[in-house]
């Protein structure tokens, strides 16, 4: 077994994981583009990730599951398609500096493919699995715990559109769903600007400007749900 060459040294001390079988490592940054001979899928990080992104999935999912134990199924499943969706794992990939690392063919170096999210995000869950086969649960464990949490712990996008958030909240206490005006527009004809009202009986109206009627929309709602004190985590 060849040793690591002191770049992948540098690069599994970013990760936190010391591999013992080091070819791991090498083909989860192997792209297709640079495998010759038969098989080439086998022989590139296509099949670590596929392995890759069902323990992530599994991990992630303890990960949810231990730290948010009011949340519901439904939460719960949002929370995870947030955090292993493309542009997540491909953000943890250039958090992970895996870029520099990959093994492409000339054509895919020259355009650009170090860069390209749909790649370093199946690298990502390739390391994943890399680490996995490597040093069990465990060691997968650590990893995902390393480069996710803090994404678990604040996501980087809305999990749910706070007109959706408003809706749920209305019904919980018996009123119908909320009902949005239209109070007026200003701005040029190529940077429009709508104000918009959203209303519920019995309460104060809230209202909110934005570039489109559906933006102003979002913006009322989370307006109102702000004056309420209602948990806006998950608002836009």
């Not at 992104?53 to 231990?66: F, I, P």
């Not at 499943?77 to 690392?101: F, I, K, N, T, Y």
């Not at 860069?115 to 990893?143: C, F, K, N, S």
């Not at 809706?167 to 190529?190: F, T």
Request: proline share 7%; with cysteine.
């Amino acid at each position: 077994m060849s040793e690591p060459a002191p770049d992948l040294k540098q690069l599994e001390a970013r990760i936190g994981h010391v591999f013992a079988d080091s070819e791991l490592l090498v083909l989860a940054l192997t792209h297709i583009s640079v495998v010759k001979g038969s098989a080439p899928r086998v022989r590139s990080y296509q099949r670590l990730e596929f392995l890759g992104d069902h323990v992530l999935g599994s991990v992630v999912s303890h990960m949810l599951y231990s730290t948010f134990p009011q949340a519901e199924e439904g939460e719960l499943s949002r929370r995870l398609a947030e955090l292993v969706r493309e542009e997540a794992c491909a953000e943890v990939a250039q958090d992970m500096g895996l870029g520099p690392h990959l093994r492409l063919g000339p054509g895919e170096t020259q355009s650009g493919a170090r860069q390209r999210r749909a790649i370093l995000a199946d690298v990502a869950e390739a390391v994943v699995a890399a680490v996995y086969l490597d040093g069990g649960y465990p060691a997968a464990t650590a990893l995902v715990e390393r480069f996710w949490r803090s994404r678990l712990e604040a996501p980087r996008r809305p999990l749910r559109d706070p007109k959706t958030v408003l809706q749920e909240w209305a019904q919980g206490r018996g009123l119908p769903p909320p009902a949005y005006r239209d109070i007026g527009r200003s701005g040029p004809d190529h940077a429009p600007s709508f104000r918009v009202a959203v209303d519920l009986p019995g309460l104060k109206s809230a209202e909110a400007d934005g570039g489109s009627k559906q933006t102003a929309q979002k913006a009322a709602a989370a307006a109102f749900l702000a004056r309420e004190g209602v948990v806006t985590e998950n608002s836009e």
